[in-house]
């Protein structure tokens, strides 16, 4: 070979030699070796506040340096916070950084109606990282405190848990606890699925000691096709909660997730939450039940299950004689309307309502209004600030304290007898918070100053406003 060959040889052996070293030397420098050993996936599952054990914190994974973060923080059983947010992952702070929080609150008042509001958009924040251990700083705190959360569960173990089939008999008020349900396998579904029931029920146990204690099961509803209705629990000593759905046949259990897919027409809001809200309810969920969930670090404990009972939509109403309410109010949360025609109101609930006369009321209330959906009318009386004081319902689906969705604590609890009917009183002993009766048709509810014992009304007037409702 040529000298000259050899030389073009080696020229070109020598710049690919510099280009590989280039090359290798590049990519070396150009990686963040801490950046490079974090992914998202590992830091998955379900996180628990350190000091109180309340608030909760979803962490999900968009790609390996990105995770979706949800939390939940009840004030009470009237109020609960939630923040949603995206964080990445910052290598020099050694934390999840963002700046897309959306902050809300969530409130419910006695009958378990939901109230929620923004708080603040694009709030800023983050987690910083030590093991399993997530200590989080949200920027737009009125005195930002850091929070520390610990891990609690994988997600696939937080999925199975919602998932475990315990069906709650609907008759028996010794509904199997979650704690007789089947060991979950080794590898669960990683999203909520349809699952077959036992065929026979477990024997009840004690709960655990320290698992949540449920102190308000949901109630029957009666809904039009299309329309609304809403579902309320109440809890001691629980961390999140989900609502499950059972057939009526109740060989199958679906979470609320599940469900949604199931009933794609129907809106399922606030699914993991006390109060769960069902919007544009299909004939097919008729006979259905749903019950609530509730767990923590120590157990789960389930509901009564209620019943789902919807009535097939006329195809074409055509009222002559009374108006229809439909067009002028509309449809709210829970089905129901709010008028100020009586008219409307007993078409609405679908019969006659006789209000008490008005020199029976209390001194200083007048008629607010009316409030109905299918089976039930409220007539409402309010102070002259508006405020609603006395509440007085008719229903021929629901009774008692269900009906009047009052479930505060009384120190004294009487029966009065008047005209052949029963008066159940609830209150201080001389004063009535909450009073109830049935007819053989129907059930009545006279609610006065809900909670505030030794300020409700006498017997002589309720004598009176009942009296005057015959």
Same mark, same amino acid.
């Given at each position: 070979?040529?000298?000259?060959?050899?030389?073009?040889?080696?020229?070109?052996?020598?710049?690919?030699?510099l280009?590989?070293?280039?090359?290798?030397?590049?990519?070396?420098?150009?990686v963040?070796?801490? /950046?490079? @050993?974090?992914?998202?996936?590992?830091?998955? +599952?379900?996180?628990?506040?350190?000091?109180?054990?309340?608030?909760?914190?979803?962490?999900?994974?968009?790609?390996? /340096?990105?995770?979706?973060? !949800?939390?939940?923080w009840?004030?009470?059983?009237?109020?609960?916070?939630?923040?949603?947010?995206?964080?990445?992952?910052?290598?020099? #702070?050694?934390?999840?950084?963002?700046?897309?929080?959306?902050?809300?609150?969530?409130?419910?008042?006695?009958?378990?109606?939901?109230?929620?509001?923004?708080?603040?958009?694009?709030?800023?924040?983050?987690?910083a990282?030590?093991?399993?251990?997530l200590?989080?700083?949200?920027?737009?705190?009125?005195?930002?405190?850091?929070?520390?959360?610990?891990?609690?569960?994988?997600?696939?173990?937080?999925?199975?848990?919602?998932?475990?089939?315990?069906?709650?008999?609907?008759?028996?008020?010794?509904?199997?606890?979650?704690s007789?349900?089947?060991?979950?396998?080794?590898?669960?579904?990683?999203?909520?699925?349809?699952?077959?029931?036992?065929?026979?029920?477990? %024997?009840p146990?004690?709960?655990? /000691?320290?698992?949540?204690?449920?102190? #308000?099961?949901?109630?029957?509803?009666?809904? #039009?096709? +299309?329309?609304?209705?809403?579902?309320?629990?109440?809890? *001691?000593?629980?961390?999140? @909660?989900v609502?499950?759905?059972?057939?009526? !046949?109740?060989?199958?259990?679906?979470?609320? *997730?599940?469900? @949604?897919?199931?009933?794609? /027409?129907? *809106?399922?809001?606030?699914?993991?939450?006390?109060?769960?809200?069902?919007?544009?309810?299909?004939? *097919?969920?008729?006979g259905?039940?749903?019950?609530?969930?509730?767990?923590?670090?120590?157990?789960?404990?389930?509901?009564?299950?209620?019943?789902?009972?919807?009535?097939?939509? !006329?195809?074409?109403?055509?009222?002559?004689?009374?108006?229809?309410? =439909?067009?002028?109010?509309?449809?709210?949360?829970n089905?129901?309307?709010?008028?100020?025609?009586?008219?409307?109101?007993?078409?609405?609930?679908?019969?006659?309502?006789?209000?008490?006369?008005?020199?029976?009321?209390?001194?200083?209330?007048?008629?607010?209004?009316?409030?109905?959906?299918?089976?039930?009318?409220?007539?409402?009386?309010?102070?002259?600030?508006? =405020?609603?004081?006395?509440?007085?319902?008719?229903?021929?689906?629901?009774?008692?304290?269900?009906?009047?969705?009052?479930?505060?604590?009384? %120190?004294?609890?009487?029966?009065?007898?008047? #005209?052949?009917l029963?008066?159940?009183?609830?209150?201080?002993?001389?004063?009535?918070?909450?009073?109830?009766?049935?007819t053989?048709?129907?059930h009545?509810?006279?609610?006065?100053?809900?909670?505030?014992?030794?300020?409700g009304?006498?017997?002589?007037?309720?004598?009176?406003?009942?009296?005057?409702?015959?």
């Amino acid at each position: 070979m040529h000298k000259k060959q050899w030389l073009v040889l080696l020229a070109c052996l020598l710049t690919l030699t510099l280009v590989l070293c280039a090359c290798g030397k590049t990519e070396g420098e150009g990686v963040d070796p801490n /950046q490079a @050993a974090f992914r998202a996936q590992d830091l998955e +599952g379900l996180y628990v506040e350190e000091i109180a054990h309340r608030g909760t914190m979803i962490l999900k994974a968009k790609d390996d /340096q990105t995770l979706d973060i !949800d939390v939940r923080w009840p004030g009470s059983a009237f109020e609960a916070y939630g923040w949603h947010m995206t964080a990445a992952f910052d290598a020099e #702070k050694n934390a999840l950084v963002y700046s897309d929080c959306v902050k809300t609150l969530a409130t419910y008042d006695e009958q378990g109606r939901e109230t929620s509001e923004v708080v603040y958009t694009n709030g800023t924040g983050s987690l910083a990282l030590a093991d399993r251990k997530l200590t989080w700083t949200e920027d737009n705190a009125p005195e930002p405190n850091p929070s520390s959360f610990v891990f609690s569960m994988s997600l696939e173990d937080y999925y199975n848990q919602q998932q475990t089939i315990v069906i709650p008999d609907p008759a028996s008020s010794d509904a199997p606890t979650p704690s007789d349900a089947p060991a979950p396998t080794a590898t669960p579904a990683p999203a909520p699925t349809a699952t077959p029931a036992p065929t026979t029920a477990p %024997s009840p146990s004690p709960t655990p /000691q320290g698992a949540p204690i449920i102190k #308000k099961d949901p109630t029957d509803e009666t809904v #039009k096709e +299309g329309g609304n209705c809403m579902f309320v629990a109440k809890y *001691e000593n629980a961390i999140w @909660a989900v609502w499950h759905f059972v057939s009526p !046949d109740r060989q199958t259990d679906l979470t609320y *997730e599940a469900a @949604a897919k199931q009933f794609p /027409q129907m *809106e399922i809001i606030d699914g993991m939450y006390s109060t769960m809200t069902l919007k544009n309810v299909p004939y *097919e969920l008729n006979g259905w039940r749903v019950y609530c969930r509730y767990s923590n670090n120590v157990g789960v404990s389930d509901t009564k299950t209620a019943l789902i009972t919807v009535i097939k939509a !006329d195809p074409a109403p055509t009222p002559t004689t009374v108006p229809d309410p =439909t067009p002028t109010v509309g449809p709210i949360v829970n089905d129901w309307y709010d008028t100020p025609s009586l008219d409307e109101a007993t078409y609405g609930a679908g019969f006659l309502f006789t209000p008490p006369l008005e020199q029976t009321i209390p001194e200083g209330l007048t008629l607010k209004g009316y409030r109905c959906r299918m089976g039930t009318i409220e007539a409402d009386y309010a102070d002259a600030n508006g =405020t609603v004081k006395l509440i007085i319902r008719k229903s021929n689906t629901n009774s008692g304290v269900d009906l009047a969705g009052d479930y505060n604590s009384y %120190s004294k609890s009487w029966d009065h007898s008047l #005209k052949g009917l029963t008066l159940h009183c609830l209150g201080d002993g001389d004063t009535v918070n909450l009073g109830y009766f049935d007819t053989p048709d129907y059930h009545y509810t006279i609610n006065y100053n809900a909670g505030k014992e030794g300020q409700g009304l006498t017997l002589d007037q309720l004598n009176s406003i009942i009296n005057s409702m015959q």
